[in-house]
């Protein structure tokens, strides 16, 4: 070891991350390596010094009148020029000059170094993704695959993949752009640590709303549940703990400055903010925004179905293209939908609602807060 070899573990640390210590305590194990192959023992001392990088190396042997194992037998006479007391069959480490270790011992040390360096890099992504788990960050779009339309991205030191099926709607991602992504969980491969990256997943919106507005932050206004069909439009239940404090509008923000954020980080999605309410035929009739609704009734068998009753000319707006405003609602809520104009459905039973099947049910991808 030289001073040049420490000056170039230093480089290693600042450059990627690696610890002075982690690569040192590899070297030693190099060492150790190397005295196996070279002398078939591996009961050896290793001093360093951290600051020059110059290390000796001393094994451990036995002192003989007649060596058969030099790399664990020592001349008498030799182990008395360590140790005047030595006698035959006593132990005596022997100092080693480490040229000797030969072509393979230092190749054998080459690639344990090498190892090394890769386990470092692994344990500091690994590191790098954990402190990142399940929030938000800025990314820098290092390259596109042209065939998968996947985007591999930088994230502090570290690379994640992407998918296009993650990706909203038909966003145009380019390389050097910097997009914001939710790290939904980080997994230990064959290959590496692996960050499952996102922005569709609904805990984006939330993340956004977070950083968006300080009074989701600070908890004055709670996320209750969010629904969302990434690339279309999201719906939002907040909750305020404070009565002074308006939760949609707190989202909304002055001339609707805070949703109008969020709505260009996600490519125009349209977002619509409700509020929450414990008693469901409210948060229901809340959920329906932007239609009317006129009346909520509930289920009397406990099923967590509901009839909403809107303005005939609300019917469109409530159930939305394709449905799409009705079974957000269902997914927000948790409950089963039927939607009914005011005028009624012809030919429908006079009777009151008890349990009707519902025209939108709740989703297993409902996402709570």
């Not at 008395?80 to 030969?102: H, S």
């Not at 470092?120 to 790098?128: A, D, F, K, P, S």
């Not at 099926?165 to 752009?177: C, I, M, R, S």
């Not at 969020?262 to 125009?268: H, K, M, N, P, Y």
Request: proline share 5%.
């Amino acid at each position: 070891m030289t001073n040049e070899v420490m000056e170039a573990l230093q480089l290693l640390e600042k450059e990627r991350g690696i610890p002075v210590e982690f690569m040192v305590d590899k070297i030693k194990k190099a060492i150790l390596t190397a005295c196996k192959n070279s002398y078939g023992n591996e009961d050896a001392v290793i001093e360093m010094n951290p600051q020059t990088g110059a290390f000796e190396v001393r094994l451990k042997m036995i002192a003989v009148d007649d060596v058969y194992e030099p790399g664990k037998e020592v001349l008498l006479a030799k182990a008395r020029e360590i140790d005047p007391t030595v006698g035959v069959g006593d132990d005596v480490w022997v100092t080693m000059n480490t040229k000797e270790f030969g072509r393979i011992a230092a190749q054998t040390a080459r690639n344990i170094i090498r190892q090394g360096i890769r386990d470092g890099e692994r344990g500091q992504m690994m590191q790098e993704f954990q402190s990142k788990h399940q929030e938000l960050v800025t990314a820098l779009v290092e390259r596109m695959d042209p065939r998968s339309g996947a985007a591999t991205l930088r994230i502090g030191k570290a690379e994640a993949v992407l998918p296009r099926a993650e990706q909203v709607g038909n966003e145009n991602l380019k390389e050097g752009d910097h997009v914001k992504v939710y790290v939904v969980d980080v997994k230990e491969t064959e290959r590496g640590p692996r960050a499952i990256i996102s922005r569709t997943h609904p805990d984006l919106v939330k993340r956004l709303f977070e950083t968006e507005v300080p009074e989701i932050y600070d908890g004055t206004v709670e996320i209750k549940a969010v629904s969302r069909e990434a690339g279309s439009r999201t719906k939002l239940a907040v909750l305020s703990h404070n009565p002074d404090v308006d939760a949609v509008g707190a989202c909304i923000g002055a001339r609707g400055t805070r949703v109008s954020n969020i709505v260009s980080e996600l490519g125009g999605e349209k977002i619509d903010i409700v509020e929450y309410n414990d008693d469901p035929a409210k948060f229901v009739a809340s959920a329906l925004s932007p239609a009317e609704v006129l009346s909520v009734e509930i289920a009397a068998d406990g099923s967590r179905s509901c009839r909403a009753t809107v303005p005939d000319s609300q019917l469109s707006l409530a159930i939305g293209n394709k449905g799409q405003n009705a079974r957000l609602a269902a997914r927000l809520t948790g409950w089963k939908i039927d939607i009914k104009p005011e005028s009624g459905f012809y030919g429908e039973d006079p009777d009151p609602f008890q349990s009707a099947p519902a025209t939108e049910e709740s989703d297993s991808s409902q996402e709570q807060a």
